[in-house]
């Protein structure tokens, strides 16, 4: 049973699938911005592989083999598939002496993402605010020496 056809199926299948494993479908290749940052992509490679085959009765069309006995002919039907899922995961951005690793939500809603927001806003408005209150100061004290003079 070495040279049954479905094992020349699943061989052709298997180098096919190797040929496409590599490590650049899941690290891709780096992409460097003109500020020198450096951007490179994760992915999640899924691979499915079937194979399958089956032997048709017997049928007696009166051929002999070698040794002049009349034999059975088995035609045989088979095949196989394969698929191939890739589903970018994050980026990794290197630059400016930082390394950051940025994930890709597949599942984030608009209320997820404002959650995520939020901190970054709120850092924001106190900035302002301190800012604000920084140049008030200045002007107070410029209002009171001009009132003085």
Do not use: C, W
């Not at 095949?79 to 002496?97: K, Y």
């Not at 408005?125 to 100061?137: C, D, G, H, P, V």
Request: charged fraction near 25%.
């Amino acid at each position: 049973m070495s040279n049954h056809p479905i094992e020349a199926l699943m061989r052709t299948t298997m180098e096919s699938l190797k040929d496409m494993v590599d490590v650049n479908t899941i690290v891709g290749d780096p992409v460097e911005t003109p500020d020198g940052t450096v951007i490179i992509p994760i992915s999640r490679v899924s691979f499915g592989f079937a194979s399958g085959g089956g032997e048709y009765t017997a049928m007696r069309d009166g051929k002999t083999d070698e040794s002049g006995d009349k034999f059975d002919q088995l035609p045989f039907a088979g095949g196989t598939g394969a698929g191939v899922s890739v589903q970018p995961v994050a980026f990794m951005v290197v630059g400016n002496g930082h390394m950051k690793l940025l994930p890709v939500d597949q599942n984030a809603t608009m209320v997820d993402s404002i959650i995520n927001f939020t901190p970054k806003l709120l850092d924001k408005l106190q900035a302002m605010s301190e800012k604000r209150n920084e140049n008030k100061s200045k002007k107070t004290d410029n209002e009171k020496e001009i009132i003085i003079e």
